[in-house]
């Protein structure tokens, strides 16, 4: 069974208890118009064009189909007609083109996985699957949990919350830690900012809450788009009605590095939101008032 990704990182802090090795998976239901990983959006592999890197010298043309130099000499790059052939990549002295995602087999992923095994086992850490979004590849996933738990390996699912009642209910028979992403309370602006409504994701959570599963929530606070008082209000509200079943809650300033990678992917991004670190102090002192226990990333 394969999975599609785009990256394993290892000796990861901040997605889990101790020291984690996360698989960043592609494929994901929710087209947040903040996304900080827009290469995880789509299934299958993209080609990243960073153009301030290309200085139109003219390797690549006649060895792609997708380029052809304009009347001022500026290499154009048509995306439609892009095969991800690679050609562009073995002919660019400056590194200006790039292939994100690949497919690997569980067993592969695993195994890279297991070899920081002795860091997980001193510091109580382990692996996260992360996206995109891990129940979008739903047996390959548990397959791979499944298998991380017979290597003695413990592992955290970081989640939008959107698939199936059956992926939630597997994953937490598997003891799995859910950072559980919480990206508003009002289902139509939540719809607005994401491209999907709340009930499925409200209903995942609740069934994980009254299963007794490890559920972080994770708040990604997003300046001007979801962190008005009303929305702050809900989310306080709502914490302090789960306050004594979840683990904690850990908010997630904003930050822009998706925007210049939705470029280089051909795709366009919200452009004009400020960075969210100023105002996470505010959001905690708003938030912690629920009874939560209440984090800030990277804090």
């Not at 290892?10 to 087209?31: A, E, M, S, Y």
């Not at 510091?123 to 129940?135: A, D, H, I, Q």
């Not at 929305?231 to 979840?246: M, Q, R, S, V």
Request: hydrophobic share 35%; net charge neutral.
């Amino acid at each position: 069974m394969n999975l599609s990704y785009f990256n394993i990182q290892k000796f990861c802090i901040h997605d889990g208890p101790g020291i984690r090795t996360t698989v960043f998976l592609k494929g994901c239901p929710l087209k947040c118009k903040w996304c900080h990983n827009p290469e995880s959006q789509e299934t299958g592999p993209e080609l990243l064009f960073i153009k301030d890197r290309c200085t139109s010298c003219g390797r690549c043309l006649g060895f792609c189909a997708a380029r052809k130099m304009s009347p001022s000499g500026e290499i154009i790059y048509d995306r439609s007609r892009c095969v991800l052939c690679g050609n562009c990549i073995q002919r660019c002295f400056n590194f200006a083109n790039e292939i994100v995602g690949k497919t690997a087999s569980v067993d592969e992923i695993l195994a890279e996985v297991v070899k920081d095994k002795h860091f997980y086992e001193s510091s109580g850490g382990g692996m996260t699957v992360s996206g995109g979004e891990p129940s979008a590849q739903p047996d390959a996933v548990l397959e791979l949990i499944r298998k991380a738990k017979e290597n003695g390996v413990d592992s955290a699912i970081e989640t939008c919350g959107s698939g199936s009642h059956e992926f939630y209910k597997q994953a937490n028979e598997l003891d799995c830690i859910f950072l559980f992403d919480i990206k508003g309370i009002d289902s139509k602006k939540h719809l607005e900012n994401t491209g999907v409504p709340t009930d499925k994701i409200h209903k995942n959570l609740e069934y994980l809450l009254e299963n007794n599963a490890k559920v972080i929530i994770r708040i990604p606070l997003i300046p001007t788009m979801n962190d008005s008082e009303m929305d702050l209000e809900l989310l306080k509200e709502f914490l302090y009605n789960i306050k004594d079943k979840i683990m904690y809650a850990e908010i997630m300033p904003y930050h822009n590095l998706g925007v210049e990678k939705s470029r280089r992917l051909g795709k366009s991004q919200k452009d004009d939101i400020p960075n969210g670190k100023p105002f996470a102090k505010k959001w905690q002192e708003i938030l912690s008032k629920s009874g939560a226990t209440v984090k800030v990333s990277g804090e």
